[in-house]
């Protein structure tokens, strides 16, 4: 039940975040004249603070690790992140000639699944051994 729990809170802190750095992406490339690539990682900035709080106090909120060292963890998960939005962008606008929008939404999605285990299993791991319940 605890990772049905995790995995939807995921989701809607996810989903939050993503909302925020597609939108600022937008902006800043729709109604600013700024270059995709730069808007992206712009964009990524501005959603980090979404996406680590929430993940921070909501998904991961059973790890046991000091606030700085989660920061400082899922702050290299999201720069990692990043990088894989960054290529997929390149990839579908560059290569592809697909719409630049959709590189983002692409990137985001395959970093979805990249921060959720660095951010499970290291960013927000539990350090203690729990017991296995028995049947």
């Not at 909302?19 to 490339?29: A, D, E, N, R």
């Not at 600013?32 to 998904?59: C, D, M, Q, R, Y």
């Amino acid at each position: 039940m605890r990772w049905l729990s995790s995995g939807l809170i995921f989701i809607a802190v996810g989903l939050s975040a993503a909302c925020v750095h597609f939108g600022t992406f937008w902006t800043l490339t729709r109604i600013g004249t700024i270059h995709p690539l730069l808007a992206n990682a712009l964009a990524f900035v501005v959603a980090f603070g979404v996406s680590f709080l929430g993940h921070h106090k909501l998904t991961f909120s059973d790890h046991d690790q000091a606030w700085h060292t989660s920061l400082r963890r899922f702050g290299v998960t999201a720069l990692l992140g990043l990088v894989t939005s960054e290529i997929a962008l390149a990839l579908v606008w560059r290569i592809l000639a697909w719409p630049d929008w959709l590189g983002v939404l692409i990137g985001q999605g395959i970093a979805a699944v990249q921060t959720f285990a660095l951010g499970r299993w290291w960013a927000f791991a539990r350090s203690g051994h729990q017991p296995q319940s028995t049947p």
